[in-house]
């Protein structure tokens, strides 16, 4: 029998996710036939004997294995017999070899498996009917593989039963007098996530798994990825969840509803209790790794706080009324109808989620264009990426990121600019961390130190500690070194660029002012580091660019989003694995939301309003007529309705009084609205503001797909009912029919298949055909059936690409005696966002509160100490946070996060917004600090505020429990 090896699929086989080939896949063209008990089977070379045997269902005992580390060969359980060989060598570290002969099973082979699993079980409790692994055990389960029935050793002498359990972190156990040694555990630390938390202390019978300097896993550096846990082949590492509930029964594959890596995971199920989140090994995007957030923060979609049913009230000071969905779409649709009919038809609008789904979001803005008919509809997206539509369409003519995430193995320089990978995408970190550690080099621009720079084995990194705000002064300066040194790809460049365009911005951009020495006062980086960086990306076979937050929300953000494309586009790095320009989306479905058409200006597919051949597509398909000029952005819709022309607003899951900048205006104009709509899943702080308060649907409660940022289309599967009864995309539906636009799906499939009709690119998308690939990254039609992982190969959808030119302005937020520190804000690991979700979840052990780092020369200046609180003010307003002296920083640039509403970081930034679209630039706020002794009086209101809105958010409970309820 002859297993053929198809190249087609690409340079290994993959095999089924659901199972543990005991060694990582290879990739290599060349084929070897060896034969295995028998049978004859054809392998990549460089594949192990195990995996090619557990390729054809020859499965060869194993404990120490697992195929998502490298062949460690400590068990020896996996030993085979080789025909002319002696001994018997272990099979996971044994390459597969033309012509071999090997048996794996006979009677050698038997005793002495069982002699190693005597001495295994030796020093191991034997209480498998009370232990919570039991029947997902996999040493329990190797007991039964090489019929061991007993146990000549006994108990007696040293062992290491009477182990203590660590109990420290929030989400899992730690058992040592269950640990084998196995090193899984650590191993998984070391290759998968690379944190090395855990080593192995002590040598022979002494040897343990310890974490840190032998102290507690919480007091170490453990990120809580569960890497581990996953790995452990026993139940020394389990989730606490198990403990509590036992052995879930059943699992479905989903896709996490946080960051923009898009992992997959199997919602491991008891009924419709989800008991634990578990990285699936077949998601293209994370490959069976996570963090602390998806694998272990799901507790929120269950927390007692959820908003379960549909409220409405008059005014902001009036106790919600709990009624039922029917009076609660009624009142939300009359107010909508009575606003429209006494200001006019823009003076409503609608606010997407890039929390929620694609299909969701679509409905959103064809609610707004053909229900309310205009197009006031905008994104968050608003408020972190929209620089990198602007900015790509106009270079490269897509407004999305060029790579898959896999691509970053073969780079062979990254670039990160403005983004934090390891806090904000950690499963991509971790993939990133992988290759530093295979020898790529790393070059960082950021005003703060981030913990990719701490990279174990990292063989070399550069960080330009550049001024916040003067990003396009830094990007203009590695791009004139190119130039000015002759680093250019001029084959590339004449290939595939516009001619008339590069020689204007070669031009442009040789200009001495724009030379590093020139650029060393603006930036703050000297022109030494900027050309030895620019050099070092400019030579390398394959550079790659990440960018995240850090570029975008800046005055300049598509400015500076140009620039990355133009030194990509000078460089020759586009087109190929291992290279490209890659924005790194920060929440979920925010790529998703881009692409639905969530923007006042673009139909879905990025199809400008004003284009009459597309708005005449949906115009058919709606059967309503569209307008045909832009709407409202965020901004705009605060303004005006400030000044009183904009009046009432739907909010899908977003939370804008929080996350939006300068909170004061924010504040004024969701008091200013008739009638604000918010569907959420929790009183946020939007839904303070808010007079109808719809209940919203966790990802665990619906279906749908995210879009992470690689393209990649993911399919989110429901795992349990919708805590409030409906999903919610059958919140808007109900919502246009109230409203007088009928839409009658039955399913997110059938809106998809309507997205699919509509959108160039997702022409091929469809649920049947992720549910058979898995995922797709988009496009996806006739000219690429299975989706383009890598964009741009041979060409752009503009032709060529468009070198932009990318003069510096200085950004207005600028120091001065009054305010001589400049602020700017980032992501912390163990939190998300606005915090909704993590704060609701043992995360918060981690960061319980947003706290100010500042350099210690200006707290030195300030007499200030770690812990102090601090009053940081700016042109915009005031807060308090806690004092932490930190050297990430440059002196003069202090930091801070916004996950915890309190804090009102969004209080002090400005208005001051990119000048392309309007994106806030929350990076560069110029304030003073100084020691205080009282919260601000943002913060008491805020308090006082928060206090009333939950009082009134229960006074209805109080009512209803008095018989006199309403509805």
Same mark, same amino acid.
């Given at each position: 029998?002859?297993?053929?090896?198809?190249?087609?699929?690409?340079?290994?086989?993959?095999?089924?996710?659901?199972?543990?080939?005991?060694?990582?896949?290879?990739?290599?063209?060349?084929?070897?036939?060896?034969?295995?008990?028998?049978?004859?089977?054809?392998?990549?070379?460089?594949?192990?004997?195990?995996?090619?045997?557990?390729?054809?269902?020859?499965?060869?005992?194993?404990?120490?294995?697992?195929?998502?580390?490298?062949?460690?060969?400590?068990?020896?359980?996996?030993?085979?017999?080789?025909?002319?060989?002696?001994?018997?060598?272990?099979?996971?570290?044994?390459?597969?070899?033309?012509?071999?002969?090997?048996?794996?099973?006979?009677?050698?082979?038997?005793?002495?498996?069982?002699?190693?699993?005597?001495?295994?079980?030796?020093?191991?409790?034997?209480?498998?009917?009370?232990?919570?692994?039991?029947?997902?055990?996999?040493?329990?389960?190797?007991?039964?593989?090489?019929?061991?029935?007993?146990?000549?050793?006994?108990?007696?002498?040293?062992?290491?039963?009477?182990?203590?359990?660590?109990?420290?972190?929030?989400?899992?156990?730690?058992?040592?007098?269950?640990?084998?040694?196995?090193?899984?555990?650590?191993?998984?630390?070391?290759?998968?996530?690379?944190?090395?938390?855990?080593?192995?202390?002590?040598?022979?019978?002494?040897?343990?798994?310890?974490?840190?300097?032998?102290?507690?896993?919480?007091?170490?550096?453990?990120?809580?990825?569960?890497?581990?846990?996953?790995?452990?082949?026993?139940?020394?590492?389990?989730?606490?969840?198990?403990?509590?509930?036992?052995?879930?029964?059943?699992?479905?594959?989903?896709?996490?509803?946080?960051?923009?890596?898009?992992?997959?995971?199997?919602?491991?199920?008891?009924?419709?209790?989800?008991?634990?989140?578990?990285?699936?090994?077949?998601?293209?995007?994370?490959?069976?790794?996570?963090?602390?957030?998806?694998?272990?923060?799901?507790?929120?979609?269950?927390?007692?706080?959820?908003?379960?049913?549909?409220?409405?009230?008059?005014?902001?000071?009036?106790?919600?009324?709990?009624?039922?969905?029917?009076?609660?779409?009624?009142?939300?649709?009359?107010?909508?109808?009575?606003?429209?009919?006494?200001?006019?038809?823009?003076?409503?609008?609608?606010?997407?989620?890039?929390?929620?789904?694609?299909?969701?979001?679509?409905?959103?803005?064809?609610?707004?264009?053909?229900?309310?008919?205009?197009?006031?509809?905008?994104?968050?997206?608003?408020?972190?990426?929209?620089?990198?539509?602007?900015?790509?369409?106009?270079?490269?003519?897509?407004?999305?990121?060029?790579?898959?995430?896999?691509?970053?193995?073969?780079?062979?320089?990254?670039?990160?600019?403005?983004?934090?990978?390891?806090?904000?995408?950690?499963?991509?970190?971790?993939?990133?961390?992988?290759?530093?550690?295979?020898?790529?080099?790393?070059?960082?621009?950021?005003?703060?130190?981030?913990?990719?720079?701490?990279?174990?084995?990292?063989?070399?990194?550069?960080?330009?500690?550049?001024?916040?705000? #003067?990003? %396009?002064?830094? $990007?203009?300066? /590695? +791009?004139?070194?190119?130039?000015?040194? @002759?680093? *250019?790809?001029?084959?590339?460049?004449?290939?595939?660029?516009?001619?008339?365009?590069?020689?204007?911005?070669?031009?442009?951009?040789?200009?001495?002012?724009?030379?590093?020495?020139?650029?060393?006062?603006?930036?703050?980086?000297?022109?030494?580091?900027?050309?030895?960086?620019?050099?070092?990306?400019?030579?390398?076979?394959?550079?790659?660019?990440?960018?995240?937050?850090?570029?975008?929300?800046?005055?300049?953000?598509? #400015?500076? %989003?140009?620039? $990355?494309?133009? /030194? +990509?586009?000078?460089?020759?790095?586009? @087109?190929? *694995?291992?290279?490209?320009?890659?924005?790194?989306?920060?929440?979920?479905?925010?790529?998703?939301?881009?692409?639905?058409?969530?923007?006042?200006?673009?139909?879905?597919?990025?199809?400008?309003?004003?284009?009459?051949?597309?708005?005449?597509?949906?115009?058919?398909?709606?059967?309503?007529?569209?307008?045909?000029?832009?709407?409202?952005?965020?901004?705009?819709?605060?303004?005006?309705?400030?000044?009183?022309?904009?009046?009432?607003?739907?909010?899908?899951?977003?939370?804008? +009084?929080?996350?939006?900048?300068?909170?004061?205006?924010?504040?004024?104009?969701?008091?200013?609205?008739?009638?604000?709509?918010?569907?959420?899943?929790?009183?946020?702080?939007?839904?303070?503001?808010?007079?109808?308060?719809?209940?919203?649907?966790?990802?665990?409660?619906?279906?749908?797909?995210?879009?992470?940022?690689?393209?990649?289309?993911?399919?989110?599967?429901?795992?349990?009912?919708?805590?409030?009864?409906?999903?919610?995309?059958?919140?808007?539906?109900?919502?246009?029919?109230?409203?007088?636009?009928?839409?009658?799906? +039955?399913?997110?499939?059938?809106?998809?298949?309507?997205?699919?009709?509509?959108?160039?690119?997702?022409?091929?998308?469809?649920?049947?055909?992720?549910?058979?690939?898995?995922?797709?990254?988009?496009?996806?039609?006739?000219?690429?059936?299975?989706?383009?992982?890598?964009?741009?190969?041979?060409?752009?959808?503009?032709?060529?690409?468009?070198?932009?030119?990318?003069?510096?302005?200085?950004?207005?937020?600028?120091?001065?005696?009054?305010?001589?520190?400049?602020?700017?804000?980032?992501?912390?690991?163990?939190?998300?966002?606005?915090?909704?979700?993590?704060?609701?979840?043992?995360?918060?052990?981690?960061?319980?509160?947003?706290?100010?780092?500042?350099?210690?020369?200006?707290?030195?200046?300030?007499?200030?100490?770690?812990?102090?609180?601090?009053?940081?003010?700016?042109?915009?307003?005031?807060?308090?946070?806690?004092?932490?002296?930190?050297?990430?920083?440059?002196?003069?640039?202090?930091?801070?996060?916004?996950?915890?509403?309190?804090?009102?970081?969004?209080?002090?930034?400005?208005?001051?917004?990119?000048?392309?679209?309007?994106?806030?630039?929350?990076?560069?706020?110029?304030?003073?600090?100084?020691?205080?002794?009282?919260?601000?009086?943002?913060?008491?209101?805020?308090?006082?505020?928060?206090?009333?809105?939950?009082?009134?958010?229960?006074?209805?409970?109080?009512?209803?429990?008095?018989?006199?309820?309403?509805?």
């Amino acid at each position: 029998m002859l297993q053929h090896f198809d190249p087609s699929k690409g340079s290994a086989y993959k095999g089924s996710p659901d199972k543990d080939y005991g060694t990582p896949a290879r990739l290599s063209e060349t084929l070897v036939t060896l034969d295995i008990d028998g049978v004859q089977i054809t392998v990549p070379e460089g594949t192990s004997v195990m995996r090619a045997a557990a390729l054809h269902d020859i499965n060869i005992p194993k404990l120490c294995a697992s195929d998502n580390l490298e062949a460690f060969g400590s068990c020896r359980l996996c030993a085979v017999q080789i025909e002319g060989r002696r001994g018997y060598p272990a099979s996971c570290t044994t390459p597969a070899e033309a012509g071999m002969k090997i048996t794996t099973q006979n009677g050698k082979l038997a005793r002495l498996r069982r002699n190693i699993m005597e001495l295994y079980i030796s020093d191991h409790p034997l209480d498998c009917l009370t232990c919570p692994a039991n029947g997902d055990c996999e040493l329990q389960d190797m007991a039964g593989a090489v019929g061991l029935r007993d146990v000549r050793y006994g108990f007696e002498g040293e062992n290491h039963l009477d182990a203590k359990t660590d109990s420290s972190n929030p989400y899992f156990s730690f058992d040592a007098s269950k640990c084998i040694v196995c090193s899984r555990c650590v191993r998984a630390c070391e290759e998968v996530q690379g944190t090395f938390a855990l080593t192995i202390e002590g040598r022979g019978f002494d040897s343990k798994v310890a974490a840190g300097q032998g102290g507690d896993f919480m007091s170490s550096d453990c990120v809580s990825c569960g890497a581990c846990v996953q790995a452990c082949p026993t139940s020394t590492l389990m989730e606490k969840s198990v403990i509590d509930a036992g052995q879930p029964e059943h699992s479905i594959v989903t896709t996490c509803a946080y960051c923009g890596v898009g992992c997959s995971f199997k919602a491991e199920m008891k009924g419709d209790q989800v008991i634990r989140m578990v990285p699936y090994k077949g998601g293209d995007a994370n490959h069976g790794h996570s963090c602390v957030k998806g694998r272990f923060a799901f507790g929120y979609a269950t927390h007692a706080d959820r908003i379960k049913h549909p409220m409405i009230r008059d005014s902001i000071d009036q106790p919600w009324r709990e009624v039922s969905w029917e009076e609660a779409i009624g009142f939300a649709a009359r107010r909508l109808k009575e606003t429209q009919a006494k200001y006019g038809r823009e003076s409503i609008g609608g606010i997407t989620s890039s929390r929620c789904t694609n299909e969701e979001t679509y409905l959103v803005q064809k609610l707004v264009r053909a229900g309310f008919r205009n197009n006031n509809t905008d994104t968050c997206a608003r408020v972190c990426h929209s620089p990198t539509g602007f900015g790509l369409k106009a270079t490269l003519g897509e407004s999305a990121g060029t790579q898959t995430f896999d691509s970053v193995m073969q780079s062979d320089v990254i670039i990160v600019i403005g983004a934090n990978p390891t806090d904000a995408h950690p499963v991509f970190g971790s993939l990133m961390r992988r290759r530093l550690r295979e020898g790529a080099e790393l070059i960082v621009a950021d005003p703060r130190r981030i913990d990719l720079l701490k990279t174990p084995h990292l063989k070399d990194a550069q960080h330009l500690p550049l001024r916040p705000g #003067t990003n %396009v002064a830094l $990007i203009n300066a /590695l +791009a004139h070194v190119i130039m000015d040194e @002759g680093l *250019e790809d001029t084959d590339f460049i004449a290939s595939r660029c516009d001619d008339k365009g590069y020689q204007a911005w070669r031009a442009f951009i040789s200009d001495a002012r724009h030379s590093p020495e020139q650029m060393e006062a603006v930036t703050g980086v000297s022109a030494e580091a900027v050309r030895r960086a620019a050099r070092t990306y400019a030579t390398a076979p394959n550079g790659a660019i990440y960018y995240g937050l850090g570029v975008t929300e800046h005055s300049q953000g598509s #400015t500076m %989003v140009m620039g $990355i494309a133009n /030194l +990509a586009l000078a460089t020759g790095n586009i @087109g190929r *694995e291992g290279v490209g320009v890659n924005p790194l989306r920060g929440q979920n479905n925010v790529q998703g939301s881009c692409d639905m058409g969530s923007f006042p200006h673009e139909l879905p597919g990025y199809q400008h309003v004003s284009d009459d051949a597309a708005r005449a597509r949906f115009e058919q398909v709606w059967g309503v007529t569209l307008d045909d000029e832009p709407g409202l952005r965020i901004p705009n819709m605060f303004d005006s309705a400030i000044a009183g022309t904009f009046k009432a607003l739907y909010v899908q899951g977003e939370d804008i +009084a929080q996350s939006d900048p300068n909170t004061h205006h924010v504040e004024s104009a969701l008091k200013s609205l008739d009638c604000l709509i918010v569907q959420d899943i929790f009183l946020n702080e939007t839904a303070k503001f808010a007079h109808v308060l719809l209940p919203g649907s966790s990802f665990l409660e619906k279906n749908g797909t995210f879009t992470n940022a690689e393209r990649r289309i993911n399919r989110v599967r429901k795992v349990m009912p919708a805590v409030a009864g409906k999903e919610d995309w059958e919140v808007t539906q109900d919502l246009a029919n109230a409203l007088g636009y009928p839409m009658n799906y +039955a399913h997110p499939s059938e809106i998809m298949d309507e997205i699919a009709s509509l959108t160039p690119t997702f022409t091929g998308v469809s649920y049947d055909k992720l549910d058979q690939l898995g995922s797709i990254q988009w496009p996806c039609n006739d000219e690429h059936p299975d989706g383009m992982p890598t964009m741009h190969v041979e060409d752009f959808p503009i032709g060529r690409g468009q070198f932009a030119i990318t003069e510096y302005v200085a950004t207005e937020e600028r120091t001065n005696r009054r305010f001589p520190l400049l602020l700017t804000t980032g992501r912390i690991l163990s939190q998300y966002n606005v915090g909704a979700q993590t704060r609701r979840t043992d995360n918060q052990i981690w960061h319980d509160e947003d706290v100010l780092e500042v350099h210690p020369s200006d707290a030195e200046l300030r007499g200030i100490r770690d812990g102090d609180w601090l009053g940081i003010s700016s042109r915009a307003g005031q807060t308090v946070l806690r004092a932490r002296i930190s050297e990430r920083m440059l002196p003069g640039v202090v930091y801070t996060t916004f996950h915890h509403p309190g804090s009102g970081a969004n209080v002090i930034t400005t208005d001051s917004s990119d000048w392309a679209t309007n994106c806030p630039e929350y990076k560069v706020t110029a304030v003073q600090v100084e020691k205080v002794s009282q919260p601000s009086e943002w913060q008491q209101n805020f308090r006082s505020f928060e206090k009333l809105q939950h009082k009134l958010l229960k006074g209805d409970a109080a009512t209803l429990a008095n018989g006199n309820g309403a509805g």
